[in-house]
């Protein structure tokens, strides 16, 4: 089946850092990418949808300019945490879809850790 | 809003055990609904979907029925194995909602021998 990477799976950043997450689409071409976060026992909650080439839609309540997310290619998009504070680490996972297909497969996600 | 309740975990139960997660939401017009599985170390995957009323999932012996009466889409499987043991996720997506996905809390689910 279709697998997506994000990398890194973990990272620790200092508090006023920025940090930066890859999500790949490595078999086939992500024309839409989401990213998602999740604090501990909760649920998933969608930050931003991008399709390639076009700037992301950001979900309402999250900073645009502070989660940057580029999607300049159809197999990678890129989230980047800009003065990345303690209240910003979280989990944050990534899913790819292909053209109108119905289904969206999910990376493994990325712990952020910011101290 | 669009909203998923699932049950609190985590669910611990012996191997050929019967398994229930249950799952209600919240959402308006007739929303897809969906079980994703998180194995350890691994992306969320598709385990099964509906998208009408009595529709019936089913995938790797576990099944979902979409019961619109009573807005709910609750997991289950007749007998659990060890390798069942990960994180589940109910969802929804609605019509017209540019594919956005409204998830659970996920329920983690501990198989032991």
């Known amino acids: 089946g279709a697998v997506v990477s994000q990398h890194p799976s973990w990272v620790i950043c200092k508090s006023g850092t920025s940090v930066k997450i890859e999500c790949r689409s490595l078999?086939?071409?992500?024309?839409?990418m989401f990213w998602y976060r999740q604090f501990p026992k909760q649920s998933l909650m969608l930050m931003a949808t991008?399709?390639?080439?076009?700037?992301?839609?950001?979900e309402q309540g999250v900073e645009k300019d502070k989660f940057l997310i580029n999607h300049a290619s159809l197999t990678l998009s890129t989230l980047t945490v800009t003065s990345a504070h303690p209240e910003d680490s979280s989990f944050y996972i990534c899913?790819?879809?292909?053209?109108?297909?119905?289904?969206?497969?999910f990376g493994p996600g990325t712990r952020l850790t910011v101290t | 809003g669009d909203s998923v309740t699932q049950m609190e975990g985590p669910v611990t139960l012996s191997e050929e055990a019967f398994l229930t997660i249950n799952c209600t939401y919240t959402?308006?017009?007739?929303?897809?609904l969906f079980w994703y599985v998180q194995y350890p170390g691994e992306g969320l995957q598709l385990l099964l979907k509906?998208?009408?009323?009595?529709d019936k999932g089913s995938n790797k012996g576990f099944e979902a029925t979409y019961r619109k009466e009573t807005t709910s889409f609750h997991l289950e499987k007749g007998s659990v194995q060890v390798s069942d043991s990960a994180v589940y996720f109910c969802?929804?997506?609605?019509?017209?909602?540019?594919?956005?996905?409204?998830f659970g809390t996920g329920t983690q689910l501990k198989v032991e021998l």
């Open positions: 899913s790819a879809r292909e053209g109108t297909a119905d289904e969206q497969y």
């Open positions: 078999d086939f071409q992500a024309t839409t």
């Open positions: 991008s399709n390639e080439g076009s700037k992301a839609t950001y």
């Open positions: 959402a308006t017009g007739y929303p897809s």
């Open positions: 509906a998208t009408k009323a009595d």
């Open positions: 969802a929804l997506r609605v019509t017209g909602g540019g594919n956005k996905l409204t």
